[in-house]
């Protein structure tokens, strides 16, 4: 039997973040982190592609993006490291009407919030791309600030700090059972040992769902594939230019290194699952969308393909908050495609949560589980 303060459930960024507030909050506090892999860091984390945004169309989503910002921008002053970010702005197009209208109200919001965030029109985006294939675009909206960064870098600057303030990983140690007294949750299990804590942290990313069976508290979090192209370098194409995204498909392309470019997000409809083989069918959806929008991609060659799991919540926001009906077990997952770029944000709220009883930094009612039994409110539209 191993006693802690608390435990952390996964080792990906969200799980690493929250090990490091806390530790930051108190170094004094005895943290474990419970890893099923033999290494962390290798779920969703390693397949993320880096992005960070403002360019949300719920307040929520963009707030968590504010306060996790100076993580990105400053990463030296608070992490002591660098963590590569590119603010190469992101670019989002489109030829309907309608996402026009919502992309007219996402602006709206996102300056009302401070966003540096802009409605640009087909001929300024030739500019930032002169690839790109303008003439059919009602319109578009970018933000300067938006950009992308190592998630790797991220998670092993919060492990490095934290571990120097005493956070305790195990790798190899799969939680299989939830431990209850009444209601409240005292603990887990693993096959090779049972820890008690008061707190209990499920930052299980794409298993958050099962992790919770196992506390029967339902999470309405499902995995689905999302799978990635690398192109061969390109040296026809700019060093820098923003991460765009063609709304009408989900297609989306940015800088992958110095050289390739990287492209994805025509396969949102699958079904859920934890399978990661490359779908070959995928390729015809992105290359179809790549020749429509920035045709000489096209003709490019994939250098490599790979495919992760993201956890998707109906309203595409992640849930952060303490299980009502089970004290002491508290959920972090569900971020979809956004859990790298908010977890900053995610282990500063959670470490308020747990520590001060209530998130200070920002108002977490959105993310609440409680908001599905409500019925769900405010889906983010932004998604690709
Ligand atoms: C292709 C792709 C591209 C993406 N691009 C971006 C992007 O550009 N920007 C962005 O912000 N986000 C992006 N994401 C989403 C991002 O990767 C995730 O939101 C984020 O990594 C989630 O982190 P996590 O720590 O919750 O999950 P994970 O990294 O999956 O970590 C969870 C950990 O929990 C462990 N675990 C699970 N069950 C148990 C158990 N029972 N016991 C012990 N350990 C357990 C797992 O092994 C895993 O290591 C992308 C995702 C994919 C798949």
Same mark, same amino acid.
């Given at each position: 039997?191993?006693?802690?303060?608390?435990?952390?459930?996964?080792?990906?960024?969200?799980?690493?973040?929250?090990?490091?507030?806390?530790?930051?909050?108190?170094?004094?506090?005895?943290?474990?982190? #419970?890893?099923? *892999?033999?290494? !962390?860091?290798?779920?969703?984390?390693? $397949?993320?592609?880096? &992005? %960070?945004?403002?360019?949300?169309?719920?307040?929520?989503?963009?707030?968590?993006?504010?306060?996790?910002?100076?993580?990105?921008?400053?990463?030296?002053?608070?992490?002591?490291?660098?963590?590569?970010?590119?603010?190469?702005?992101?670019?989002?197009?489109?030829?309907?009407?309608?996402?026009?209208?919502?992309?007219?109200?996402?602006?709206?919001?996102?300056?009302?919030?401070?966003?540096?965030?802009?409605?640009?029109?087909?001929?300024?985006?030739?500019?930032?791309?002169?690839?790109?294939?303008?003439?059919?675009?009602?319109?578009?909206?970018?933000?300067?600030?938006?950009?992308?960064?190592?998630?790797?870098?991220?998670?092993?600057?919060?492990?490095?700090?934290?571990?120097?303030?005493?956070?305790?990983? #195990?790798?190899? *140690?799969?939680? !299989?059972?939830?431990?209850?007294?009444? $209601?409240?949750?005292? &603990? %887990?299990?693993?096959?090779?040992?049972?820890?008690?804590?008061?707190?209990?942290?499920?930052?299980?990313?794409?298993?958050?769902?099962?992790?919770?069976?196992?506390?029967?508290?339902?999470?309405?979090?499902?995995?689905?594939?999302?799978?990635?192209?690398?192109?061969?370098?390109?040296?026809?194409?700019?060093?820098?230019?923003?991460?765009?995204?063609?709304?009408?498909?989900?297609?989306?392309?940015?800088?992958?290194?110095?050289?390739?470019?990287?492209?994805?997000?025509?396969?949102?409809?699958?079904?859920?699952?934890?399978?990661?083989?490359?779908?070959?069918?995928?390729?015809?959806?992105?290359?179809?969308?790549?020749?429509?929008?920035?045709?000489?991609?096209?003709?490019?060659?994939?250098?490599?393909?790979?495919?992760?799991?993201?956890?998707?919540?109906?309203?595409?926001?992640?849930?952060?908050?303490?299980?009502?009906?089970?004290?002491?077990?508290?959920?972090?997952?569900?971020?979809?495609?956004?859990?790298?770029?908010?977890?900053?944000?995610?282990?500063?709220?959670?470490?308020?949560?747990?520590?001060?009883?209530?998130?200070?930094?920002?108002?977490?009612?959105?993310?609440?589980?409680?908001?599905?039994?409500?019925?769900?409110?405010?889906?983010?539209?932004?998604?690709?």
């Amino acid at each position: 039997m191993t006693t802690a303060d608390i435990i952390v459930i996964g080792g990906g960024v969200i799980g690493g973040s929250i090990a490091y507030h806390l530790l930051a909050r108190d170094p004094r506090l005895k943290v474990v982190l #419970l890893e099923k *892999e033999t290494e !962390v860091g290798t779920g969703a984390t390693s $397949k993320a592609t880096g &992005g %960070v945004r403002h360019q949300f169309s719920t307040e929520a989503n963009i707030r968590l993006t504010q306060l996790s910002y100076p993580y990105f921008a400053e990463t030296e002053r608070i992490l002591g490291r660098s963590v590569d970010f590119v603010p190469h702005g992101y670019l989002f197009v489109t030829t309907e009407p309608r996402t026009f209208e919502q992309l007219k109200k996402n602006v709206a919001l996102q300056q009302r919030l401070g966003i540096k965030s802009r409605l640009v029109a087909p001929s300024e985006m030739k500019p930032m791309l002169s690839q790109l294939v303008v003439d059919d675009l009602i319109g578009g909206t970018f933000c300067p600030d938006d950009g992308s960064a190592d998630p790797h870098g991220l998670l092993q600057g919060f492990l490095a700090l934290a571990r120097e303030r005493g956070l305790r990983i #195990l790798t190899s *140690e799969p939680v !299989v059972s939830v431990t209850r007294e009444g $209601k409240r949750v005292v &603990g %887990v299990e693993t096959p090779r040992d049972r820890y008690r804590a008061h707190v209990v942290v499920n930052a299980a990313g794409p298993y958050g769902d099962q992790v919770g069976a196992l506390a029967d508290v339902a999470i309405p979090s499902k995995p689905y594939r999302r799978q990635v192209m690398v192109t061969d370098p390109l040296p026809d194409f700019p060093d820098v230019f923003p991460l765009i995204v063609d709304l009408d498909t989900g297609w989306y392309v940015h800088r992958q290194g110095k050289s390739a470019v990287l492209m994805g997000g025509t396969d949102k409809d699958q079904h859920p699952g934890y399978d990661t083989t490359v779908g070959w069918e995928a390729f015809d959806l992105v290359f179809k969308a790549a020749g429509k929008r920035v045709p000489p991609l096209a003709e490019a060659k994939v250098m490599r393909a790979y495919a992760g799991v993201r956890d998707l919540t109906p309203d595409y926001h992640g849930i952060l908050c303490e299980a009502r009906e089970a004290p002491g077990f508290y959920i972090a997952c569900g971020f979809s495609g956004h859990g790298f770029m908010h977890s900053p944000a995610i282990g500063l709220l959670m470490a308020e949560l747990i520590l001060d009883g209530r998130a200070t930094s920002m108002d977490i009612a959105a993310l609440s589980l409680e908001r599905f039994k409500a019925g769900a409110v405010g889906t983010e539209a932004n998604m690709f």
